[in-house]
């Protein structure tokens, strides 16, 4: 029995009523099954690699001073030409390193040795950063290092982890000793 079409649109008596000439044959959906499985391996394997650079690196962590500081001596890498975030990444990824020094108006970046020797001078245009590990025997702590500046808030008889903490509470606060 046939049904009246509603619609306004009849299709030509010519074509036949079939799916499979509107859809993709089953070797064409295989083809697309298999490129979308090989891009999600793809994408599953450049997620684990770019996580695996993240956490390789995860450990050390910058902290950067205000502008217009400066280390006298302790230097052993000239980089130039790079951005102070730029600088500051090339001493947290090098295990010598200890602190940075990065001059704004020539784009020039000093790494400083784990043995810093030199005092924290004023200088027009420098911007001092410091690099930790907490995974590192010597870069955990800046052990046998003066650094100086104001005594934002203090704890007394506290271990050094309890210090840690109490000074992370502080949004001020660059270092705790």
Same mark, same amino acid.
């Given at each position: 029995?046939?049904?009246?079409? =509603?619609?306004?649109?009849?299709?030509? *008596?010519?074509?036949?009523?079939?799916? /499979?000439?509107?859809?993709?044959?089953?070797?064409?959906?295989?083809?697309?099954?298999?490129?979308?499985?090989?891009?999600?391996?793809?994408?599953?394997?450049?997620?684990?690699?770019? +996580?695996? &650079? /993240?956490? *390789?690196? %995860?450990?050390?962590?910058? &902290?950067?001073?205000?502008? @217009?500081?400066?280390? *006298? %001596?302790?230097?052993?890498?000239? &980089?130039? #030409?790079? $951005?102070?975030?730029?600088?500051?990444?090339?001493?947290?990824?090098?295990?010598?390193?200890?602190?940075?020094?990065?001059?704004?108006?020539?784009?020039?970046?000093?790494?400083?040795?784990? $043995?810093?020797? %030199?005092?924290?001078?004023?200088?027009? @245009? +420098?911007?001092? @950063?410091?690099?930790?590990?907490?995974?590192?025997?010597?870069?955990?702590?800046?052990?046998? #290092?003066?650094?100086? @500046?104001?005594?934002?808030?203090?704890?007394?008889?506290?271990? %050094?982890? #309890?210090?840690?903490?109490?000074? /992370?509470? =502080?949004?001020?606060?660059?270092?705790?000793?």
């Amino acid at each position: 029995m046939d049904i009246p079409s =509603t619609s306004s649109y009849d299709q030509p *008596a010519s074509m036949p009523h079939s799916i /499979s000439r509107i859809s993709p044959s089953r070797n064409d959906q295989r083809k697309t099954d298999a490129t979308i499985s090989t891009l999600n391996l793809i994408i599953c394997r450049l997620i684990i690699l770019f +996580s695996t &650079i /993240s956490l *390789a690196n %995860g450990r050390a962590h910058c &902290i950067k001073t205000e502008s @217009g500081l400066h280390i *006298a %001596g302790s230097n052993y890498r000239r &980089i130039k #030409h790079l $951005s102070h975030a730029q600088c500051a990444s090339e001493c947290r990824d090098d295990d010598s390193c200890l602190a940075y020094e990065w001059i704004e108006p020539k784009s020039l970046c000093f790494l400083k040795s784990r $043995s810093l020797s %030199g005092d924290i001078e004023n200088k027009e @245009g +420098s911007h001092v @950063g410091f690099c930790y590990d907490d995974e590192d025997e010597v870069r955990d702590r800046f052990r046998d #290092h003066v650094i100086m @500046g104001p005594i934002l808030s203090k704890a007394e008889d506290i271990d %050094g982890e #309890h210090c840690k903490k109490f000074c /992370s509470r =502080t949004p001020e606060a660059s270092f705790y000793r």
